[in-house]
Antibody, heavy 112, light 112 residues
């Protein structure tokens, strides 16, 4: 059974960093395209980063240069390193095996 | 970036009746490989989004045949037959032909 377990969400201050993790089971992360999708409170869905099975990555303009997507083959885990966090990054972050399997989501709150 | 629009943004449906949601993209979603990268999701309150339809009209595993996707190029439609309480939520379309992948603003469906 495919499962994605998101972890790492927290309350941080503007300018700080945070790393989200997504531990997968039932499939191999490195053999699939994976994405991070976020949803600000009361808002719609925003795809912020994608990593293809071959390792190519892409980012949305709102996070480019601040966030980095990566994976650990041995741990079968996807990561999102978030630096220079802003208040507008406050959202629930979902790990996705594009596009049929979603994690439960992780709340990241950026506030002074 | 490809802009996705949805109409209507809100829909109130009598139980047992049908509902249709339109999604339009600012560019064609037909790839040179012959695939049209258009997806439909349902997000129920407090839950992660779930994939309903991929590549315009293919139902994801476990999705009832009450859900039907159609369209081509830049114009797409999701039809829900015999709407019930389990269909209440926000419906999103997504394009994944060109990064950054973009969602429509969402259509909120409830029951009369």
């Amino acid at each position: 059974e495919v499962q994605l377990v998101d972890s790492g969400g927290d309350l941080v201050q503007p300018g700080e960093s945070l790393r989200l993790s997504c531990t997968a089971s039932g499939f191999t992360v490195s053999n699939n395209s994976m994405a991070w999708v976020r949803q600000a409170p009361g808002k719609g869905l925003e795809c912020i980063s994608v990593m293809y099975s071959g390792g190519t990555t892409s980012y949305g303009d709102s996070v480019k240069g601040r966030f980095t997507i990566s994976r650990d083959t041995f741990k079968n885990t996807l990561y999102l390193q978030m630096n220079s966090l802003r208040t507008e990054d406050t959202a629930v972050y979902y790990c996705v095996r594009t596009w049929g399997y979603w994690g439960q989501g992780n709340l990241v709150t950026v506030s002074a | 970036d490809i802009v996705m629009t949805q109409t209507p943004l809100s829909l109130s449906v009598t139980p047992g009746q049908s509902a249709s949601i339109s999604c339009k993209s600012s560019q064609s979603l037909l790839h040179s490989d012959g695939t049209t990268y258009l997806y439909w999701f349902l997000q129920r309150a407090g839950q992660s989004p779930q994939l309903l339809i991929y590549e315009i009209s293919k139902r994801f595993s476990g999705v009832p045949d009450r859900f039907t996707g159609s369209g081509s190029g830049t114009d797409f439609t999701l039809k829900i037959s015999r709407v019930g309480a389990e269909d209440v939520g926000v419906y999103y379309c997504l394009q994944s032909i060109q990064p950054p992948f973009t969602f429509g603003p969402g259509t909120k469906v409830d029951l009369k």
